[in-house]
């Protein structure tokens, strides 16, 4: 499909004038890629056009249509213009994790997230799972028994199983998110060491037989079963966090 001129829609610009200015100029080019239904490779206004409707510099408009740049959200063409991207998730995700400061909150806010994602998405993924499937899943679990592997190994083997998991969602957000928390959750397992070597989700037998109960659920059908299963493997990460956050109120009052 031929691209777009983005001359061809009415524009729908407001003025602005608020303290910051590249936010709201975004928002409105958000807007109206949205209203106008622009497609992939639809040019979008120019910064002239987006300056006199908007009343601003031409300074400010540049910088918000660089920090879209930025975002995979369009895309320059030297000589030609602006054009709508195709939707691209890596900046987004790279920004969550760079965004995530290594603090106690973070690893409490982390892990009740993920709970609540591989909670609601299991069900759905265990109606689609086969016996091949189950091979596949119980084959990793294999690689967990290995003496061998330290703690790296095994979050990388876990990240491998979770996303085996939902292999047949088809759903690239979820397997990419499930591997920037465990990222993020090595990153944050050196802010307590000393508690965080508590949580009992790297330990053997624990380790293997957490995510081999999960196999075992999901074989059975049972919807709820795996549901419950997949709670009570979060358990020690959830206490671990509740844990730490408590300590860490305590220290903090208790030092004023």
């Known amino acids: 499909m031929a691209a777009r001129d983005a001359s061809e829609k009415r524009s729908v610009f407001k003025r602005i004038g608020g303290k910051n200015l590249r936010d709201e100029i975004q928002e409105q080019i ?44 369009i895309e320059p063409k030297p000589g030609v213009g602006r054009f709508l991207k195709e939707f691209n998730l890596s900046p987004l995700l790279l920004n969550l994790r760079l ?54 190994d095994k979050e990388m083997l876990h990240v491998e199983f979770h996303c085996r998991l939902y292999k047949n969602l088809d759903n690239k957000l979820l397997s990419n998110l499930i591997k920037i928390f465990s990222a993020i959750r090595l990153s944050l397992r050196a802010l307590e060491e ?47 966090a509740d844990r730490l956050k408590r300590k860490n109120a305590s220290e903090t009052h208790g030092g004023r």
């Open 99 to 152: 965004s995530v400061k290594p603090d106690l909150e973070s690893f409490k806010d982390v892990t009740e997230v993920r709970v609540c994602l591989e909670t609601r998405f299991i069900t759905e993924a265990t109606r689609m799972i086969g016996d091949n499937d189950i091979r596949e899943l119980r084959q990793i679990l294999m690689e967990f028994q290995r003496a061998d592997l330290s703690d790296w």
């Open 194 to 240: 000393s508690a965080l070597v508590q949580d009992h989700s790297y330990k053997e037998p624990h380790f293997y037989g957490s995510h081999r109960q999960i196999v075992d659920a999901i074989e059975s059908g049972d919807l709820r079963a795996v549901r419950r299963t997949m709670q009570s493997h979060f358990a020690g990460p959830v206490e671990i």
């Open 30 to 73: 958000i807007s109206y890629i949205v209203d106008s239904e622009l497609e992939v490779g639809d040019l979008i206004p120019t910064e002239k056009e987006i300056e006199d409707q908007l009343g601003i510099s031409r300074t400010a408009v540049r910088e918000a249509l660089k920090g879209l740049e930025a975002l995979g959200i």
